[in-house]
């Protein structure tokens, strides 16, 4: 994994570019929907939450957005506000952040289509990036801890995004049961990640929680902040709640572009490191 990353330089693109004009092109998905429901109405395919999706390995940049079970669901999802937690904003959230990344970086993403995995498929090792929502209703069994270790291991990067107070709880337990010596600590807003693509000052973010106060959290390598970032926590924070809606007049132009900001960042810093 660490042999596909590439020099930060050779993603970008040069020239001004504005987000505003990149998250027009998205404008062609707002008819979509991840309901299950909504989209048996209108004629379209149904949205499988309880099977895996692969996206084909052929060195394009992939969203991989991974799949869990919560407490007491071993089987359907449905009757929780019509779509599983990890499936909050899909798939209109990962198209719409494929579609700025194609236009500012060199990546070529799939515009597309989202790999769904579980954390024991190993198919998750040909993807350096994974996005993971709702982890406050995230459980994991021993197969998928081990797959899970693995993957952060080997160079795998994650994103926890869609979760605030209460959730931590039930996040930190089962990361500890991944990373037992590595705790979640807030990072500093010097730290790479905040300028790996984008110049960004994570402490002027505007949750869409209303009055909550964005923190970002991460776990590093052995323990040491000057090494690599294996995954970083969005806490009291959704970004893929303004990336699914960022087409729509919904939430504000200015909110939209730095959530994809934060989004493009992760993805080249988890490219690159």
Not at 33 to 57: K, L, M
């Amino acid at each position: 994994m660490r042999s596909a990353s590439r020099d930060r330089r050779g993603l970008i693109r040069t020239g001004a570019l504005a987000l505003a004009a990149a998250s027009g092109l998205a404008v062609a998905l707002a008819a979509q929907s991840p309901f299950r429901g909504e989209q048996e109405r209108r004629g379209g395919p149904a949205v499988d939450y309880e099977s895996n999706v692969d996206v084909p390995y052929d060195g394009r940049f992939a969203f991989v957005r991974l799949r869990y079970t919560m407490p007491g669901r071993a089987g359907s999802f449905r009757g929780f506000r019509r779509e599983p937690p990890w499936a909050h904003d899909y798939p209109r959230a990962d198209r719409h952040l494929m579609k700025i990344l194609a236009e500012i970086t060199l990546l070529r993403p799939h515009l597309d289509d989202s790999a769904i995995l579980t954390l024991d498929d190993p198919e998750l090792h040909n993807y350096p990036v994974a996005y993971m929502s709702e982890p406050g209703f995230w459980t994991l069994n021993d197969a998928e801890v081990e797959g899970l270790r693995a993957y952060l291991a080997k160079g795998g990067f994650l994103i926890f995004d869609d979760f605030r107070q209460e959730h931590w709880y039930n996040f930190e337990l089962q990361m500890k049961r991944v990373l037992p010596s590595q705790p979640m600590v807030e990072l500093k807003a010097d730290h790479p990640i905040f300028h790996a693509f984008f110049e960004i000052d994570p402490a002027r973010f505007v949750s869409p929680y209303g009055g909550l106060k964005p923190i970002f959290y991460g776990a590093f390598e052995d323990n040491d902040p000057s090494k690599r970032l294996l995954a970083v926590a969005n806490y009291n924070n959704d970004l893929g709640e303004y990336w699914e809606f960022s087409d729509t007049g919904w939430v504000p132009v200015d909110l939209s572009n730095e959530a994809y900001k934060f989004g493009v960042n992760y993805i080249v810093y988890g490219m690159t490191h």
